[in-house]
């Protein structure tokens, strides 16, 4: 809305739009535009959230593994499913992830040269999982291994453990 | 005698109610009109109306980005074709491949011919980037064009690497367990953006049909804004950076 003008042609101010210093027109533009920026930023939360699904349909992420005299005494044991190596010391069991930590590929126990080698970029590591050569930042991850009540033993992934770890039996 | 045929054929069909109602004009036999016929028409519009005959000259451009916009209508229209022998499940897209391959009649030329076409468009959007780049294209007026056509790098090496998962090989599992291994090593966000690509923490499902939806549809819609306003760019920007002939002499 323009506001009346005098006679010589020049706008006659509004007292109330001078004292409040906006009008009813800047008014509902800043609502409108708070309400859509509130839409906005809104749509984008739902969706985000959207997009990151509830329930995933991988492998269980903690599995029972059968007796501890299903494996040898230095043993290295590749279980292709769950993608670890099950370790048997004199000292006792130790879980470590078969996933390499440079880029994500599935290592191999090598028993004649008495090392895991990753054959996508020739990261080298020891049997407890200490990086020997290659670009691998970080050592194979250990997972914790149990017993449970009925004699099992039992690897979570879920619970990474300290190399020095093992489980006595 | 058969051009004469041809031409008052062609004068017939302009002269047609429906020819008019849809080009609004008749023949384009003046500069007037010829520019008209380039303003009215929605896909021409964006190219000049006017074009300096030395850019037209095969080594001004080495016409690279008209062949990088020709590869891409045809992986448009190869991908459509392909699109409807192939599902993105586990495990029936390696079998739709493999089906593509032995089993559908031309499968496997219309397969080779996305898949090689793809390769050339990576090599030809690079081989364009760099000749911009040593015409000096992306000096000023071209500044914001320059930036575009970054953003249509970026797009084709996401299409390509979107692409690579689909056969669902051995070779396209680990490649994209390497490459999304690569995002997650991003400090803060890397993990999360890792989850949200693949849909998932492994790859699986989830992450075939996301990157299928974003090879498909959202990576392709984006490259055809972006390819529209690259091109427009060049006609508001004044042409396409020319070595003039006494820069040539040197």
Same mark, same amino acid.
């Given at each position: 809305m323009t506001n009346p003008k005098d006679s010589t042609g020049a706008q006659v101010p509004n007292p109330a739009e001078e004292a409040s210093g906006s009008s009813r027109r800047n008014f509902l533009s800043e609502i409108t535009a708070m309400a859509l920026g509130v839409a906005g930023i809104g749509s984008i939360v739902v969706t985000t959230r959207y997009l990151s699904p509830n329930v995933l349909f991988e492998p269980p992420t903690s599995f029972r593994i059968g007796p501890p005299d299903d494996y040898p005494v230095n043993s290295v044991t590749y279980l292709p499913d769950q993608q670890v190596y099950i370790v048997r010391t004199p000292e006792g069991f130790y879980a470590e992830s078969a996933i390499c930590t440079h880029l994500g590929c599935i290592t191999q126990w090598k028993p004649e040269l008495n090392m895991i080698a990753c054959p996508c970029h020739g990261s080298k590591f020891k049997r407890e999982g200490s990086v020997e050569a290659g670009p691998a930042p970080r050592p194979l991850t250990h997972f914790a291994v149990r017993l449970t009540p009925d004699g099992d033993l039992l690897v979570d992934t879920l619970e990474i453990v300290q190399q020095t770890q093992v489980l006595k039996v | 005698m058969i051009m004469n045929s041809a031409q008052r054929a062609l004068d017939q069909l302009r002269s047609t109610r429906v020819w008019k109602s849809i080009f609004r004009r008749g023949p384009a036999r003046t500069n007037r009109t010829r520019s008209l016929a380039v303003f009215g028409n929605l896909f021409l519009h964006v190219l000049p109306v006017k074009v300096r005959d030395k850019s037209l000259r095969v080594r001004a451009t080495y016409y690279l980005g008209s062949f990088s916009f020709f590869l891409f209508l045809l992986l448009s229209v190869t991908g459509i074709l392909l699109m409807l022998y192939y599902h993105p499940a586990v495990p029936q897209a390696y079998r739709d491949m493999k089906d593509l391959r032995? +089993? +559908?009649?031309n499968g496997v030329f219309l397969r080779n011919l996305h898949r090689f076409g793809a390769e050339a468009m990576v090599i030809a959007v690079f081989w364009h980037m760099f000749h911009v780049f040593y015409r000096g294209g992306y000096k000023p007026p071209h500044q914001f064009n320059w930036v575009v056509g970054v953003g249509l790098l970026l797009i084709t090496l996401f299409l390509s690497y979107t692409g690579y998962l689909l056969p669902w090989d051995q070779l396209a599992f680990w490649a994209i367990t390497v490459g999304t291994n690569i995002i997650s090593y991003v400090p803060l966000l890397g993990q999360p953006m890792r989850f949200l690509l693949l849909g998932g923490h492994q790859i699986g499902e989830n992450a075939l049909l996301r990157f299928y939806v974003l090879h498909v549809v959202i990576l392709p819609l984006a490259a055809v804004m972006l390819i529209a306003i690259h091109l427009w760019r060049v006609q508001k920007d004044g042409g396409l950076t020319v070595k003039e002939d006494h820069e040539r002499e040197k």
């Open positions: - | 032995f +089993v +559908v009649s």
